[in-house]
């Protein structure tokens, strides 16, 4: 079966892309709108604007690959796709995290997990954020457009033996679960989503609003990465956007600089690319709020034996949920997690469980019986987890400062006993919390003595993350927030924000539907700005 590839369909009609690798002299270009950053929120505003008639310069620091790149090959995915090759890691060394870094973003990557912005967020923040035009009935036309465009529907095959088991362990405890929505359209259902899409059925960004964009006379600049937005006198509009080009690796600068001028400047490099942008540029910002506030959400994981081959890693990535755990009240100090299933591919599994040497060997040699659970953490609703802060090294490359609080910790015990004790009533022989001192234990008794004694220190258990928000969030003045309700900077009147950085605390469920339908929001009230005048 011949699979249709967008990407040289559109290079061979002509779009308007330009791979700073090549470049051979300096590059100076001008546009109505330059949007820097080509995901979830570059892709979605790039598609609207340009569809208006806005003449758009889309600008990537990663190459624009397409779907006969990607082989299902996690040696050559990781460091093509993804920030730091998969690598990035926060000050402490403490959380990992997945960001892609490639034309669409960590669209390319993710594993299709859809969820609304749940309401209980957004309550949070109208009643104690100030928020308080974020209601679930302002925001639902935009969430409804977002998964007409992107193709979120309910899943109809049957979950993998992967996720079959989480649901089957939520049962026979009487946990509430429920189906994965995906944004996905003819899946071939091979599992390998966090490679990206061979078969381009994932409605990312690379194969739905760039190529559209494309076609309605935007230009995208690949392989440039911004460095500084260069303000008026007086710091109220940004005037030049500086970039440089690089290398075909996408990592060294070549010594082509490029030179972006606009009437409206974008901002969607993601929630440590985009406060690394503002903070280069020492916008003004007088309360200091750039940068901080950044959220994840923490994930720790729990592995599991089963008698029964389970093949984590073939099948759609996620599929079954519990937000059995999440509901829990704001501002008593317990933070709330929901339970997914990632996939586990032999590389991601090497790097995560425990041990070294005949040890560690012996664990990968079980993987085709492994059954492997998630707890997302919700971050950011009670004072004792505030999240972290996104700072500048001394080359302004950026770097997430994350301690995890005793609140945080206190939420990893529990889920990982949460964990422990659904893969146990699911039917598993062993089960093995991610902490370096675990071992696997035969019983749910011997996991909650195991599990209740173990040390929580970075590095010694495993925490990761896929999902950084915050950074340069919205409120309702610019004494709370370094952007308004729509995106648009407090102080820098051409300035919008377009991408997850906006959120103001973690969404509390994957934000990829959340960032799309606040985009569409933020870039129709920019297009109505600019018709406006």
């Given at each position: 079966m011949s699979i249709v590839d967008p990407i040289a369909e559109g290079l061979a009609r002509g779009w308007k892309v330009t791979d700073g690798a090549t470049l051979t002299g300096d590059l100076s270009l001008s546009a109505d709108v330059v949007i820097v950053g080509s995901g979830a929120g570059g892709g979605m505003t790039a598609e609207r604007l340009a569809k208006a008639g806005l003449s758009v310069i889309l600008v990537e620091e990663g190459a624009l690959r397409s779907s006969r790149d990607f082989r299902l090959d996690e040696a050559k995915a990781y460091p093509e796709l993804y920030q730091e090759a998969a690598n990035r890691q926060t000050a402490d060394k403490g959380i990992t995290i997945l960001q892609g870094r490639t034309v669409g973003g960590s669209t390319v990557v993710n594993w299709t997990s859809s969820f609304r912005t749940p309401p209980e967020t957004l309550a949070y923040w109208r009643d104690w954020l100030g928020l308080k035009d974020l209601t679930d009935a302002a925001l639902a036309p935009w969430f409804e457009l977002a998964e007409q465009r992107l193709s979120v529907s309910d899943w109809q095959i049957e979950p993998n033996p992967n996720n079959s088991l989480l649901g089957k362990g939520c049962e026979a405890l009487g946990i509430s679960h429920g189906r994965v929505r995906r944004n996905v359209k003819g899946c071939w259902n091979l599992g390998y989503c966090g490679m990206g899409c061979p078969t381009n059925a994932k409605q990312s960004m690379l194969v739905t609003t760039i190529p559209d964009a494309l076609d309605a006379s935007a230009r995208l600049l690949t392989r440039v990465r911004v460095e500084r937005l260069l303000t008026s006198e007086d710091g109220s509009r940004v005037e030049l956007v500086g970039a440089v080009a690089l290398d075909a690796t996408g990592i060294r600068p070549t010594g082509r600089m490029v030179t972006l001028r606009a009437k409206e400047i974008v901002l969607s490099a993601g929630a440590i690319g985009t406060p690394a942008i503002l903070l280069r540029s020492q916008l003004k910002d007088p309360l200091r709020l750039t940068g901080t506030r950044t959220f994840l959400h923490p994930v720790c994981l729990s592995g599991a034996q089963f008698a029964e081959r389970v093949e984590p890693f073939n099948g759609a990535p996620q599929t079954v949920y519990s937000d059995h755990f999440l509901r829990v009240d704001a501002i008593d100090g317990a933070?709330?997690?929901k339970l997914e299933v990632?996939?586990?591919?032999?590389?991601?599994?090497?790097?995560?469980?425990?041990?070294?040497?005949?040890?560690?060997?012996?664990?990968?040699?079980?993987?085709?019986?492994?059954?492997?659970t998630l707890a997302l953490l919700r971050d950011g609703f009670n004072p004792g987890s505030m999240g972290g802060k996104v700072v500048l090294r001394d080359d302004g490359t950026p770097v997430l400062d994350y301690p995890i609080s005793d609140t945080l910790w206190d939420g990893i015990r529990r889920a990982w006993l949460t964990m422990a004790e659904v893969?146990?009533?699911?039917g598993a022989q062993s089960v093995l919390t991610m902490h370096?001192?675990?071992?696997?234990?035969?019983s749910w008794a011997e996991a909650k003595r195991q599990i209740n004694n173990l040390p929580l220190k970075p590095v010694l258990a495993r925490v990761v993350s896929a999902h950084v928000m915050g950074g340069a969030a919205m409120g309702p003045d610019e004494q709370s927030g370094v952007v308004n309700a729509f995106g648009q900077h407090w102080q820098v009147k051409n300035l919008t924000v377009i991408d997850g950085s906006v959120f103001p605390t973690s969404i509390g469920a994957n934000p990829q539907l959340s960032v799309y339908a606040f985009a569409l929001r933020a870039a129709d009230a920019l297009q109505k700005r600019m018709a406006g005048g």
């Open positions: 933070v709330g997690y990632p996939p586990v591919h032999p590389m991601l599994a090497a790097v995560t469980l425990c041990g070294f040497g005949q040890r560690h060997a012996e664990l990968m040699q079980t993987l085709p019986n492994m059954q492997v893969q146990f009533a699911a370096e001192l675990a071992r696997p234990v035969k």
